[in-house]
């Protein structure tokens, strides 16, 4: 950054020099003032240092996320200087000192009464104006990333945008004929890539660490349908971008670095979390799992790494399959990413056809990546694709529906694809659509849990290889699960129990939560498929 703004600057002082050219070209005086105003991104635990830790290991709240997404009342400098004043004093009420000085933020639907009259679609059609928030003031003492355009939150304990799941909810939005939405979201996404660099996993302080499953791409493929060709464009530079930040540091004579890990069919993709510290909303969880288990760094990034890929938390990442004292993310190269990866690649070719290059070498990595889908990813006894644990150099044991990403993006070939739909009927498909994965565990990425971004990733890729009656199957059984859910209830909810349709969903870090953007977005995606003939 440095070194760009003293080029600036050289630019700057040339064109001012000539008499032709007395006015600054006005996209280089944008990118210095952007440079200028960038502010330096600070997380709670950073800016409250020991009081953070305290408020946070007391359990003042008992969720955790609820601290971190209260406003400071005050400058946080004088916030802690008060707090080392009184701290020591007898009687001195720590609850009581973080209430004087904090905002404490509302749930999201809390004002919003479910009407019996309402069908499931009516419901979700209501709730599309009670989760959209408009674009965002910069609010001092909040960590709140400001977005300039409105967006959807998922509901509940999330009051933010979130990467991954924005893709599941602008598919109902897109049945809802909100395309204004729509494009509001992907200029969001596009100008958080332009500012941070990246996606971050929410637009919050302390997300920006990490990112989530990369969506984008498809974010873009889903808009294009419906308004042409010219999206590709239109978004194609923050694509390009993003792909940077996933591929960042990428050699193929390296050690495993960031997000990628050199192998010998080319470079794949693991998730990575920047930082390795516990995560700031739940700082107590990982903070005593870590010391407990006699972990380290590496524990608290893999905890963090496992954020990052959506499912937090599956056995997937556990190395024993059962615990989470095991967990090993960043030794893992995950079949979900890699196929996520390759699409973000198509996109990328298709929007940069004069790049003659760069599309050679994005169609060098996708040949790659398919070798390694091949060679490695495939298990030829199960039928299915696996995790790869690269530090063991052989595949998890994890059977999960992550082996249907290379069916959504057309990169397994029909064999597989066969194989894959028998082993799906036979192990996965349950009562209320198709479990996570095989393993009961207790985490909320396994099973008996069903989540609505898999039901929809497992029946487009069934569709796009020709198992349309499985594919139809799963989503009658998820659509009734959801209705019958929204009868009993008057909800629709974060992650169903697919397995006894009589039990409410479990795991996790927090209670099941309802609203909830991706189940809407997916329960309206799946009956316009099946109102297709």
């Known amino acids: ?18 008499e032709t050219d007395k006015k600054v070209d006005k996209a280089v005086q944008n990118v210095l003032t952007e440079v200028a105003e960038q502010p330096e991104i600070k997380t709670p635990d950073e800016l409250l240092g020991d009081l953070f830790a305290e408020v946070q290991l007391q359990q003042v709240f008992e969720d955790g996320k609820t601290f971190v997404d209260c406003t400071a009342k005050y400058p946080y400098d004088e916030i802690v200087s008060r707090y080392q004043e009184q701290k020591d004093d007898p009687g001195f009420d720590l609850e009581a000192f973080i209430l004087e000085h904090f905002e404490t933020p509302p749930l999201i639907s809390t004002d919003f009464k479910s009407d ?40 509940g304990r999330f009051r933010e945008v979130y990467y991954w799941d924005s893709y599941f909810t602008m598919l109902g939005l897109a049945e809802s004929g909100k395309q204004d939405l729509v494009e509001s979201m992907l200029d969001n996404f596009a100008y958080l890539i332009e500012t941070i660099g990246h996606i971050p996993n929410g637009n919050r302080t302390y997300y920006v660490s990490r990112s989530q499953p990369p969506f984008f791409a498809f974010m873009i493929n889903l808009y294009a349908a419906h308004e042409g060709d010219e999206v590709y464009e239109t978004y194609r530079d ?35 979390d920047a930082n390795h510290i516990p995560r700031q909303e739940s700082y107590r969880e990982d903070y005593e799992l870590v010391e407990q288990a006699g972990g380290g760094e590496k524990m608290y990034r893999d905890l963090r790494s496992g954020a990052e890929s959506g499912w937090d938390y599956s056995t997937r990442w556990f190395a024993d399959a059962k615990s989470m004292a095991t967990i090993e993310t960043t030794d893992i190269i995950p079949v979900d990413l890699n196929a996520l990866m390759y699409g973000m690649e198509t996109v990328l070719v298709r929007s940069f056809p004069e790049d003659t290059a760069f599309v050679k070498l994005l169609e060098n990595r996708m040949e790659d990546r398919k070798k390694f889908l091949n060679e490695v990813f495939w298990d030829e006894e199960k039928g299915i694709f696996l995790d790869y644990n690269w530090v063991d150099e052989k595949p998890t044991s994890v059977s999960s529906l992550a082996t249907v990403y290379p069916l959504f993006v057309g990169m397994a070939t ?5 194989k894959i739909a028998g082993y799906i009927r036979q192990n996965f498909l349950k009562a209320g659509g198709v479990v996570t994965s095989l393993n009961h565990s207790g985490q909320q990425w396994d099973a008996p849990n069903g989540w609505a971004p898999l039901q929809w990733m497992t029946v487009m890729g069934l569709e796009r290889y020709g198992h349309d009656d499985l594919a139809r ?49 997916v329960y309206l995606g799946l009956k316009a498929y099946l109102s297709q003939e």
């Not at 029909?414 to 066969?418: G, K, L, T, V």
């Not at 959801?482 to 129990?497: D, H, L, Q, S």
Request: net charge negative.
């Open 1 to 18: 950054m440095r070194s760009l703004y003293l080029f600036l600057l050289l630019l700057l002082f040339v064109q001012c020099k000539t």
């Open 116 to 155: 019996p009259d309402r069908t499931a679609r009516e419901h979700v059609e209501a709730l599309w104006p009670v989760l959209e928030r408009k674009a965002d003031k910069d609010e001092k003492g909040s960590t709140l990333l400001p977005l300039p355009e409105p967006y959807i939150v998922p509901g």
């Open 238 to 272: 923050a694509l390009r971008e993003e792909y940077n930040f996933w591929m960042e540091g990428c050699s193929e004579d390296s050690k495993p670095i960031l997000h990628c890990v050199p192998t010998e069919h080319g470079i794949m993709n693991r998730y990575y």
């Open 414 to 418: 029909q064999e597989q694809a066969d």
């Open 473 to 521: 199957t799963i989503a009658e059984r998820w659509v009734a699960l959801n209705e019958k859910v929204y009868a009993n209830t008057g909800k629709f909810v974060e992650k169903y129990n697919v397995e006894d349709m009589t039990l409410e969903a479990g795991g996790g870090e927090y209670p099941v939560q309802d609203g909830f953007g991706w189940s809407n977005g």
